[in-house]
């Protein structure tokens, strides 16, 4: 099956800095998705993103389908952006599930 | 702004005891799906739904687990005999499936927290 690498695994980062995060799957995918896991567990849809760029406030997101990867960026980071940060990935399987990456842990530090 | 939701948002359950999972997906969605994440892993697909029946079930979706759609707004998980490794949180997910293919954002519920001791 395909398999999606996230990196880096862990991140911290100082209130204010920049970041980027990668995403690369192993084979062709149709959608492509980033969440956020809050403290609590829940997950945030960050953007749908299956190619081309979005911007969304501090985060933006960019997803090069023919080469295999996306990236999140986060600028002015605040502490309130700690927690996982996941994409997704759906290929034509005929019931458009979404196989999870393996995540990236980001922890802001005030 | 429609959203998906979920009950009860932790359980505690007794090892061997039955317990059920409730969704509400979106009203106009057509595939629903439950996902599980073992603490401190990454999310796995459990099974997904369509038109009334299973559409697909990973290798994890064993004879304990089931899914239903008792009226036209539930969709439950129901885990005959839990066991100590079904700890985990469990997410239901819909989508409209706009277009075929072409359009497929999963909307995500806040997750039931299962804990079995």
């Known amino acids: 099956g395909i398999q999606v690498e996230q990196s880096p695994p862990d991140l911290i980062l100082q209130e204010g800095a920049n970041s980027t995060l990668r995403c690369n799957f192993s084979?062709?995918?149709?959608?492509l998705q980033w969440f956020h896991q809050n403290p609590w567990g829940q997950l945030i849809n960050l953007f749908y993103?299956?190619?081309g760029t979005k911007q969304n406030g501090r985060l933006s997101a960019t997803t090069v389908a023919t080469e295999r990867y996306s990236l999140l960026y986060i600028s002015s980071s605040q502490t309130t952006d700690s927690g996982v940060y996941f994409c997704?990935?759906?290929?034509?399987?005929?019931?458009?599930?979404?196989?999870f990456g393996t995540g990236t842990r980001l922890k802001v530090l005030a | 702004e429609p959203e998906v939701t979920q009950t009860p948002s932790h359980q505690v359950t007794q090892m061997g005891q039955e317990v059920i999972l409730r969704c509400v997906p979106i009203?106009?969605?057509?595939?629903f799906y439950w996902y599980r994440q073992i603490l401190g892993q990454k999310v796995e697909f459990l099974v997904s739904?369509?038109?009334?029946?299973?559409?697909?079930k990973s290798e994890i979706f064993d004879d304990q687990f089931s899914v239903e759609r008792p009226d036209g707004s539930n969709f439950t998980l129901k885990i005959r005999s839990t066991k100590l490794e079904d700890s985990a949180m469990y997410f239901c997910?819909?989508?409209?499936?706009?277009?075929?293919?072409?359009?497929?954002?999963?909307?995500f519920g806040p997750g039931t927290r299962l804990t079995v001791l």
């Open positions: 997704a990935v759906e290929r034509d399987s005929g019931t458009y599930k979404y196989i």
């Open positions: 084979d062709s995918v149709n959608n």
């Open positions: 993103i299956p190619s």
């Open positions: 009203s106009n969605h057509l595939y």
């Open positions: 739904f369509y038109n009334n029946e299973i559409s697909e």
């Open positions: 997910a819909s989508n409209p499936i706009v277009g075929g293919l072409a359009y497929n954002e999963q909307f």
